[in-house]
């Protein structure tokens, strides 16, 4: 009988109630993943990535599951690790460990990326090559962010790795953030998605405070069509021309246009397919889960995270503003060719940026159709969040 | 990290002041930015000289007019079926007595039909196109 009794009270101890009496910011971290899971189930906010995220966190944050041990990756305190004790990892490490070493090692968002390149069409952008103008005016959010996060005290690589958060491209963000500040990761990551959601509640109101009525309502003329040729081309020579003037770019750059080489040549049906729906797929399972799981109390409830949730919104709102004031010094260049509202897509977020500029055009005009004028910046952006993640990297690296 | 093109841009010693970022960050992605706009602008002027050559070699087509023929159904006057030279044709007048037709169920008279509305012409699109891209977009 005394057997038994202590083997329930060994069971008891053991269990997740005892970690969670003994330190129950757990708790806080519980209700923060489930009000997550609500974000993304009810209300829709990217839920491709923020609920496996959103899960992760919760797994993570339950005491005794041992699913990740980041102090094998960050280190514990103040001990910084210079590389991560892969034997520890390959011995202890748990699921998350196993799925956490795809983003240290960088290794998801280029697959990721690939993905996106495989459904991307940068028709628009070779029709209009001065849309990339507007993709670089957006970046504007990653650096003005730098500086405010400089301000608040973060380090040179922390605050590069917030500023890219108005990038509005979650896998540019992950990738940056895993190199320069992986103690920041689960932060940065559930910031990017969740701001990148509110697209369409950011922007509008910015877009409209810094145009007129009358440059809302400039329809723009139709593009011209583009060749395959073209656009077979423009992948191979974009991925050659960046890598080579910034080769920390490289791998971001090129998988997006190997992906989309796949797709404009044709003659890949069944890999194209396969990077744009299965891999990507399991690789956004992976990356979300283990994004999530990096989340632990003394990490994420914090104040640097209260601050990274508002430079966030700064970084936003800064690259839309970039973006859309740019449109309007193009818009006086073309005596009134361009409509600045295109502008605002600059910041990736594609394609919900691009449909922004569209609601917001149609809305003024309803025989406006912003959408493809606005594809071409929206995924110039994307291009120039690499651009500018490489450069940051480079710098901070 | 890799190295760079650019060494006396990039490679700052430990870590360069904050405007130094900023400014070089900025620059930088706008030259690569402008230098692939300059590229992807040659090679779509490359390409239509190429279009253009491939088009003036082909013989162009005779542009005869259309033939103007009474559309059945409702009463269609004479304006209706001769419009504006080579832009509605007899059968485009039909289909459009035709939908009127099956929308009205009583008599009707069409008077004139015009080929394109000034928003369209503004965007460069025809009513049919226009159309079609209302219906595409529409759900955004």
Known sequence: MSAIWQTFISIIQNSGFTGLAQEPLYIVMLVVGCFL???????GFEPLLLLPIAFGMILANLPGSNIIHMQYFIGVGDEVLLHPSWIDILNNGGLGDMLYMGVKLGIYPPLIF???????????????PKSLLLGAAAQLGIFTTFLGAKWLNFSGAEAASIGIIGGADGPTAIFVTSRLAPHLLGSI??????????VPVIQPPIMKALTTKKERQIVMSQLRTVSKTEKIIFPILCTIIVSLILPDSAVLVGMLMLGNLMKESGVVDRIQKTAGNELMNIITIFLGVSVGCTTSANTFLTLETVEIIVLGLLAFGFG???GVLFGKLMCWATHGKVNPLIGS???SAVPMAARVSQKVGQAENPQNFLLMH???PNVAGVIGSAVAAGILINIFG | MGTSFMPFLLAITPEPNDLTVVITGLLLVFLILILLTL??????????SLEAKKKAKSAPAPSAPAPSAPAAGGNVSAAAVLPAPGAVTPEIVAVIAAAVAGMEQGGFTIRSIKPVSRAAQASGRKAWGQAGVQ?????F
């Not at chain 1, 990551?189 to 509110?198: E, P």
């Open chain 1, 320 to 322: 839309t503003a970039g």
């Open chain 1, 345 to 347: 897509a600059g910041v």
């Open chain 1, 189 to 198: 990551a559930v910031a990017a998605y969740s701001y990148m959601a509110l």
């Open chain 1, 37 to 43: 899971l609500y974000l993304a189930i009810v209300r």
């Open chain 2, 135 to 139: 219906s595409n977009t529409a759900p």
């Open chain 2, 39 to 48: 590229i992807i602008a040659l090679q779509g002027k490359f390409f239509d």
């Open chain 1, 374 to 376: 606005a594809m071409g």
């Open chain 1, 114 to 128: 690939l993905g996106i390149g495989t459904m991307t069409d940068f028709g628009p952008l070779i029709s209009n």
